[in-house]
Each structure stands twice: as structure tokens, then as C-alpha cells.
């Protein structure tokens, strides 16, 4: 495989897990002549931070390994060490040259011109995909596997694509181009972890703007961009997660998790809670 792909991995990963990633190994599998299921087996150092599954639809006018790339990072607390592996589906110029008027006519918010990366979280049928894909990644010359390969990766590319088409107006503009800037992307970064070290006393858009030295609404658009939510989603998001441990460490009641974790209202907690979950705080304890 190409250095150049190897480090676009590493440095795609970096800006999703904000953690130093060394790529060890990589393979590649051609599912057709204009997509490969890469694998790559790569080294995180030591961390407190939990690598949750996600997902990041990545695509930037400098990398010329490939046109779209979607990465996969599997949930590693369930798996061994040595089977810390990343999976990326590349799909290169010539994939989207075959359709180019009906790319252009589709609405998709997406123009070459401009770099786009978003994460986002795979739904269960999604997972299936990739599953099949890692379970399956060389089809050995069987006309039938080849078709199947190639349907799950049009399948994942088809709902990443989607994700850009949400209602959102920070979401209208699916390509921040500040983002190309290394400098940029690295206060992105500096926003998440300043939102992750206040959980209990969240700071406001400007606080946080100040501290990073960005503009608002470039922190706002960049950061949506980024991680797939905004600000205020990611927050909460991780506010809830923390009370989730808090509520099942069983070392705190409802009420106690609900003020430490920032919340002036046991009411509001919960409505949040269920939100964000799709049950009560109390179902935790059932």
C-alpha cells in the first residue's frame, strides 16, 4: 500500500480519537476496479479515554490515494490487543467519473473542490456491512462474492452520503475549507477536549471560542463538521454518558448524579437522559 495512505489514516484517526496512532501494517483488497477494503493494523499508546466505535466519512482535494474514504474503528474493549485494526472502504476519481451527470444531478451536497470530513455513528444494518466486508474481504474470484462485496460498500457509502443531507443548518455546509489547515483542525481538537475536562460546568460558545482562539462560527461549523454533532450535541452527549457510569457505579442516587453532573433540574436530567438513551435514569437501576 502507499505511504501516502497509510498516513492520511494515521492522521484521519488522530483528529477522531485525539490520540497518536502509528500505522504498523496494511493490506488491501480490491472489491472492484474503483473500490478497495483497506486493512490497517495500527499502535494507540496507553489512555484513560475510551475508543468507542465511530465512523468518519473523510475526503480532502490534497490526498490523491483516494476520492472518498470511510473509516471504521471497531469498539477495541471487545477485542484482543492484536486485533486493533482500522477499516477504510477507498472509492477512487473513476468510481463517481462512471455516473458524473447523475452525481452532479443528485443533490448531494458535495463538491470536489472543497475538503469534507464528518463522523458519525453507524446504525445497526450499517454495521452489518462492514462486518460482511471484514468477514469477506477477498471474494477469490467468485463472481458472487464480488457482487455482494460490491453492494455492501455502495450500501455504507450511500448512508454516509446521507448524512450529509440531514436538515441541520450547521450541517447546510457540508465542507468547511479552514479545516484543510492542519493549524485549524488542531483547535477543533483543543474545543473537544476543554468540552470533555468541563462536563460539570460546560463553558458557553464564546468561553470556549476565547480559549481556542477561533472565531465562533467557525469553531461551531468546524466542530460539526468534525465530530458529526454540534457543540451543544457533543456535550450533552458526554454528560449523559458520564451519569450513565455514575448511575451504575451505584455510588451516587439519580438526584446526586443529576448536581453533579451540572444539572439544575432533576426533571431536566431525565429528559435529556431519555433523549439521548431512550430510557429513564431509573431503568439503569432495574
Known amino acids: 500500500m502507499e505511504h501516502t495512505a497509510t ?20 493490506g488491501a483488497y480490491a472489491l472492484s476496479g474503483t473500490v478497495k477494503l483497506l486493512r490497517h493494523h495500527i499502535s494507540i499508546p496507553p489512555t484513560s479515554q475510551s475508543l468507542e466505535e465511530k465512523a468518519i466519512f473523510s475526503y480532502y482535494p490534497d490526498t490523491d490515494c483516494c476520492r472518498i474514504m470511510l473509516t471504521y474503528l471497531p469498539d477495541y474493549e471487545k477485542l484482543n490487543d492484536k486485533d486493533k ?27 470536489i473542490s472543497r475538503p469534507v470530513e464528518q463522523a458519525y455513528s453507524l446504525r445497526m444494518e450499517s454495521r452489518a456491512h462492514f462486518d460482511f466486508l471484514i468477514r469477506n474481504p477477498d471474494n477469490k474470484g467468485d463472481f458472487t462474492t464480488a457482487l455482494q462485496q460490491f453492494q455492501h460498500a455502495v450500501s455504507l457509502l450511500k448512508f454516509a ?8 443548518e450547521s450541517n447546510s455546509i457540508p465542507a468547511c475549507g479552514f479545516l484543510n489547515n492542519s493549524v485549524e483542525r488542531e483547535k477543533i481538537l483543543k474545543a473537544q ?12 460558545i464564546r468561553e470556549l471560542a476565547r480559549h ?3 472565531n465562533e462560527c467557525y469553531l461551531k461549523k468546524g466542530f460539526k463538521a468534525m465530530f458529526g454533532k454540534t457543540i451543544y450535541e457533543f456535550r450533552e452527549f458526554e454528560r449523559i454518558k458520564k451519569s450513565q457510569e455514575l448511575i451504575l457505579s451505584k455510588k451516587m442516587n439519580i438526584n446526586e448524579v443529576a448536581m453533579e453532573m451540572g444539572y439544575a433540574s432533576h426533571a431536566y436530567f431525565s429528559t435529556s437522559f431519555k433523549k439521548i438513551t431512550g430510557i429513564k435514569p431509573c431503568d439503569l437501576l432495574l
Open 7 to 26: 498516513s492520511v489514516t494515521a492522521d484521519i484517526l488522530e483528529r477522531l480519537i485525539n490520540e497518536q496512532v502509528a500505522v504498523l501494517s496494511s
Open 85 to 111: 485494526s482500522v477499516y477504510q472502504l477507498a472509492f477512487s476519481p473513476a468510481f463517481f467519473e462512471q455516473w458524473a451527470t447523475l452525481v452532479e444531478a443528485s443533490g448531494y451536497p458535495f463538491d
Open 161 to 168: 452520503l446521507d448524512g450529509l443531507m440531514l436538515a441541520d
Open 193 to 204: 477536549d476543554i468540552i470533555l475536562e468541563n462536563l460539570t460546568t460546560p463553558l458557553t
Open 212 to 214: 481556542c482562539g477561533m
